[in-house]
């Protein structure tokens, strides 16, 4: 089973900065698409940035400039450097792996990392 762990929220000012971590149990090679979700309770979850192979990067709008996704194929880890943050990006930050092992296709999420971003 493919297993997904973000670590790294936390509380900070705004105008602060964070980084996340999402490391995976699988190699790189059999992730199309590694990506960063967002979910405040009461709203659905949204999307945030991605980055598939070779190291294509897509962002939201309400974070590009702000936020970097990155990744480590030799940690088998993705990274969200977020930067000027803001009191509405306070949510709980999901990652997702997609990819596929021996043909069958997998969509992994993790539990989730807390970010809280307040005066």
């Known amino acids: 089973q493919v297993q997904v762990v973000e670590s790294g929220g936390g509380l900070v000012q705004p105008g602060g900065s964070l980084r996340l971590s999402c490391a995976t149990s699988v190699s790189m090679d059999s992730l199309f698409r590694m990506a960063w979700f967002r979910q405040v309770p009461g709203k659905q979850r949204e999307f945030v940035a991605s980055i598939s192979n070779p190291d294509s990067t897509i962002y939201a709008d309400s974070v590009k400039g702000r936020f970097i996704i990155s990744r480590d194929n030799a940690k088998n880890t993705m990274y969200l450097q977020m930067s000027s943050l803001r009191a509405e990006d306070t949510a709980v930050y999901h990652c997702?792996?997609?990819?596929?092992?021996?043909?069958?296709?997998?969509?992994?999420w993790g539990q989730g990392t807390q970010v809280s971003v307040f005066p």
């Open positions: 997702n792996g997609y990819g596929g092992i021996s043909g069958s296709v997998f969509s992994a």
